[in-house]
């Protein structure tokens, strides 16, 4: 039964369709309040991933005083942190077991460290330069430690809420609706924000950044109490943490998703991480639409994250995938030839840069579970925790290596921080590394997705086989 996109129906499609939600091993259609639920979480989340990928460039040159040079050498100096604490955490979490499940447990614990670390993150200390080098150094470490503890598990739980890749892409276009929603409210609330409360743009951006951390504690409690683990492995033995590692490795769907997330975000974080310095210092006389130039690529993210399951239900999803990279491509490229001064096309190419790179995400995210469904077929072994935390850290490489790249591209165009005025030539170079760079990126992206195995027939059919094996064990 076989399409003429590709995509095949199995056994395990079949049944849901048929509504036989006896069948052992079969994990029932979750509901709209718990994808809901679940969804809050990342709305949370997003409010400091958000918040970093798009301000802490600009806020870390234009209010806290640091050269881009020395940003570049934060950002990267992260990523090492990250190297050992990313792998540590997804092995820890595939070993938690309690009465709440493997990883719902760490929303609750670490949701308050987390929003606490943010706020420290926005604050300019009252210290000599070099103490305020240390400190942005030691802050952003932590909070990326924490974005760490809490981000690993939260991902994990998609794998585990249902068997069903549909349901799965389905859970993910949710969201990455409620995610993108995060990062709409961060431009279009914060971002005023920060010109109105107390006395100056630093205070501004710390007292924003309270209340959003606040917020987030509550979202992260929503999440934690309305989500629900169904899936189990398919056996429960005691392994190394050196072995599952080796299963990662020995996993090639798992290492082409990994190289492909890498390539993806830097790609994102380069043309995120300029589209402040875009509209402030491009675009003629759109400093006072810096709040409304961020808000329509989220509000165009919100709509594409939402129609992602309508892509896929009329194309395979790794050439959905391709398809939608080179629809962002083409879009960033053609910023270059916009120009400066008609803002009506800037804001509509941004509103679709938003529409078709979040129409991605879903689309993207549910392939961490199929490639951890693939290794379980193959190896006997789920570690979801261990998946996602490698994902996550290629995540984080690329949010880290892309603003490392963005604001040394800008430095080797001439850009001084701290308000001058700026040269033709660090202008023109804003404009190049804002269009140019992702463009080619999102094409080399798609160049990596193309080699991946997983398609829509193959995934159902991992998953039947799967549906199969927890059937004959129950």
């Known amino acids: 039964m076989q399409d003429k996109n590709g995509k095949e129906g199995s056994k395990m499609e079949q049944t849901l369709k048929a509504g036989q939600a006896s069948l052992p091993g079969y994990t029932p259609v979750v509901g709209l309040k ?56 997804g092995a820890l979490v595939d070993r938690t077991n309690t009465r709440w499940g493997k990883y719902r447990p760490y929303l609750l614990i670490f949701c308050v460290p987390y929003a606490i ?3 420290l993150v926005f604050t300019v200390p009252d210290m000599g330069a070099q103490a305020k080098v240390i400190y942005a150094y030691v802050t952003y470490s932590v909070l990326m430690v924490l974005f760490t503890a809490t981000n ?12 069903n890749p549909e349901e799965r892409a389905s859970i993910n276009a949710t969201r990455f609706m409620f995610a993108t929603g995060g990062g709409l409210v961060i431009t279009s609330i914060v971002l ?47 392994t190394s943490f050196v072995s599952d590692l080796s299963l990662i490795w020995k996993n090639d769907q798992f290492r082409w998703l990994s190289l492909a997330t890498f390539v993806m975000v830097t790609t994102q974080t380069i043309k995120n991480t300029t589209q402040m310095f875009y509209i402030t210092m491009y675009v003629e006389n759109a400093a006072a639409m810096v709040s409304l130039f961020m808000s329509l690529w989220m509000l165009g993210g919100m709509i594409g994250a939402q129609m992602a399951t309508k892509v896929l239900d009329r194309m395979c999803k790794k050439q959905a ?154």
């Open 34 to 89: 718990e994808k809901i639920g679940y969804s809050l979480g990342d709305t949370a989340g997003n409010f400091v991933y958000q918040s970093v990928l798009l301000l802490l460039g600009f806020y870390y040159t234009e209010i806290y005083g640091l050269s881009a040079a020395t940003v570049a050498g934060i950002f990267l100096f992260v990523r090492i942190v990250d190297a050992v604490t990313d792998p540590i955490m």
């Open 117 to 119: 670390a943010s706020v």
């Open 152 to 163: 690993i598990p939260y991902g994990a739980m998609t794998g585990v809420m249902t068997s």
């Open 192 to 238: 005023p924000m920060t010109e109105i409360l107390g006395d100056s743009p630093a205070d501004g951006y710390r007292y924003a950044m309270m209340i959003m951390a606040a917020l987030s504690v509550v979202l992260f409690l929503i999440c934690f109490s309305t989500t629900k683990e169904r899936v189990k492995p398919i056996k429960a033995e005691k």
């Open 321 to 474: 995938y391709i398809t939608l990279l080179f629809a962002c491509a083409a879009m960033s490229a053609v910023s270059y030839i916009a120009g400066n001064n008609n803002i009506a096309v800037i804001m509509a190419i941004q509103f679709f840069v938003g529409f078709f790179n979040q129409m991605i995400a879903p689309i993207w995210f549910t392939f961490t579970a199929d490639a951890t469904d693939y290794g379980e077929v193959k190896f006997r072994r789920r570690i979801d925790g261990l998946a996602v935390s490698f994902t996550i850290f290629s995540l984080k490489v690329g949010l880290s290596v892309g603003g490392a790249i963005a604001m040394g591209l800008l430095g080797s165009y001439g850009y001084m921080s701290g308000g001058v005025e700026q040269t033709p030539e660090a202008i023109n170079g804003i404009l190049t590394v804002f269009s140019i760079v992702p463009a080619i990126g999102f094409m080399l992206t798609a160049l990596v997705v193309s080699q991946f195995k997983m398609n829509s027939k193959t995934i159902a059919e991992t998953a039947d086989e799967l549906q199969q094996i927890r059937a004959r064990a129950a």
